[in-house]
């Protein structure tokens, strides 16, 4: 079947089996692989993608959902050579370790501060409820949220 949608603010049109998920064809076919594969089963959110600006794991969204939406991946971030101000409080903040969970709760943590850009502790902790980080990184991470948080309240 034939699919089109918005990936990273380009349209994109592909030809793809009805059964293919969404992370399936990203990764394979359109070879960003920024979106990892952890459980195949949207446990641990590791291929966390915003569809329409809203998490997703993409391993449980068949392909031809995305038909008509706008998709974002980790490298439709950063804009201009220049990182996600998200992306930069996890670097300045230390919240990766392997960095295999990273991708995905970077886009967890922009639409959580899309939809509340003054979140408390409670606010970050439900929105990053179900990431799993085999590192238990959690305190840096919750660091780079609070980071986040503060930046985008400081900018005039």
């Known amino acids: 079947?034939?699919?089109?949608?918005?990936?990273?603010?380009?349209k994109r049109?592909?030809?793809?089996?009805?059964?293919?998920?969404?992370l399936e064809v990203i990764r394979e076919d359109l070879g960003l692989t920024g979106t990892k594969y952890g459980?195949?089963?949207g446990d641990c959110r590791a291929c966390t993608v915003l569809?329409?600006?809203k998490p997703m794991p993409s391993c449980q969204v068949p392909a031809a959902n995305a038909g008509g939406r706008e998709v974002t991946t980790i490298e439709g971030l950063?804009?201009?050579?220049?990182?996600?101000?998200?992306?930069?409080a996890f670097i300045d903040a230390g919240a990766m370790q392997c960095g295999y969970?990273?991708?995905g709760m970077i886009l967890q943590a922009v639409s959580l501060l899309d939809e509340n850009p003054r979140p408390g502790d409670g606010d970050i902790v439900e929105a990053m409820d179900g990431h799993l980080c085999r590192c238990?990184?959690?305190?840096?991470?919750?660091?780079a949220l609070r980071m986040s948080a503060r930046t985008r309240r400081e900018k005039p």
């Open 13 to 22: 049109s592909l030809e793809v089996e009805a059964e293919r998920t969404l």
């Open 51 to 53: 569809i329409d600006r």
């Open 101 to 103: 969970c990273v991708p």
């Open 1 to 10: 079947m034939q699919i089109e949608f918005t990936l990273n603010g380009a």
């Open 39 to 41: 459980c195949g089963e």
């Open 136 to 143: 238990c990184n959690y305190v840096n991470i919750l660091e």
């Open 78 to 88: 950063s804009a201009g050579g220049k990182l996600h101000p998200v992306q930069r």
